[in-house]
């Protein structure tokens, strides 16, 4: 059984920086994508960023763009997220997700097969 397990999470001032990472086991291939996503109290789970295993293409919405950068290191199976610059708005519980078929990143949590269990990021003003 695939497992994802983050770690990283804490409490912040704004402006402050964080790295999550996303220890991934029994998974190899190269194939399927890899994504973080957050969730707020009473909100929808949001997309933050997108890998592409096969291609390492990322993708980043506005709200995080230029300041949480994606990143995978093969040799410990681990995908990082560093968020910098960051902001209230940004607390929440971050998840890393998994999707194993081939065919490109979905942008929302549906197609995603694996979760981890979440890591909560703190941002006070």
């Known amino acids: 059984q695939v497992q994802l397990v983050e770690s990283g999470g804490g409490s912040v001032q704004a402006g402050g920086s964080l790295r999550l990472s996303c220890v991934v086991s029994r998974y190899t291939d190269s194939t399927g994508c890899m994504a973080w996503f957050r969730q707020a109290p009473g909100k929808e789970r949001e997309v933050v960023s997108t890998f592409w295993l096969s291609t390492t293409w990322t993708y980043y919405p506005d709200s995080v763009k230029g300041r949480f950068t994606v990143s995978q290191d093969n040799a410990k199976n681990t995908l990082y997220l560093q968020m910098n610059s960051l902001k209230p708005d940004d607390t929440a519980t971050y998840y890393c997700?998994?999707?194993?078929?081939?065919?490109?990143?979905?942008?929302?949590?549906?197609?995603?097969?694996?979760w981890g269990q979440g890591t909560q990021v703190t941002v006070s003003s």
């Open positions: 997700a998994l999707d194993p078929t081939v065919g490109g990143c979905s942008r929302v949590p549906g197609p995603y097969t694996y």
